[in-house]
């Protein structure tokens, strides 16, 4: 199972882009890479997923390289509201067996200030 | 409808009780998940039910049992708890078990062992 790596802990300011960057050396071939948010005492959410190069939508962008060992969450503009923390997964593509689970990492505890 | 709603809120119960958490989805999911949540720590699944059958089990201790009575509900029995069973309890649903599918989280219930 691929594993991820993500800084603990990372400081911005409102109106600042961030980039949060997750390490996932043992990807396989049919992974997907996943990032979720969680606020405070409340489920993850969704922010976006992608495959390979660039996968953009309302809320973030996603760059992976051609190797995809690593992979950037693009927040642009952030406020005060994205104050949270960001998961990044890897999840096996179609498959049923056993083996297929996603296992959150131990996430990047995202603070931003006035 | 993209919410899944999770009953009771919180939950305080002696080690010798016997309590249920509920969990309920609307969407037309056929997977659904139990993730167990410690402070400052990643979500850590605990069952996956595919189709309302038990898929995947990550050997979590029989005084957790899990019941899945329809599409739509997950149970999660407890009995003989134990302190250290004092988390946050968060069900999931996606469309399906394969593991890009984009999995939709309840607030959780926050479950305290005396």
Known sequence: ?114 | DTEVTQTPKHLVMGMTNKKSLKCEQHMGHRAMYWYKQKAKKPPELMFVYSYEKLSINESVPSRFSPECPNSSLLNLHLHALQPEDSALYLCASSQDRTYQETQYFGPGTRLLVL
């Open chain 1, 1 to 114: 199972l691929a594993k991820t790596t993500q800084p603990i802990s990372m400081d911005s300011y409102e109106g600042q882009e961030v980039n949060i960057t997750c390490s996932h050396n043992n990807i396989a071939t049919n992974d997907y890479i996943t990032w979720y948010q969680q606020f405070p005492s409340q489920g993850p959410r969704f922010i976006i997923q992608g495959y390979k190069t660039k996968v953009t939508n309302e809320v973030a962008s996603l760059f992976i390289p051609a190797d995809r060992k690593s992979s950037t969450l693009s927040l642009p503009r952030v406020s005060l509201s994205d104050t949270a923390v960001y998961y990044c997964l890897v999840a096996q593509g179609k498959g049923y067996s056993s083996a297929s689970k996603i296992i959150f990492g131990s996430g990047t505890r995202l603070s931003i200030r006035p």
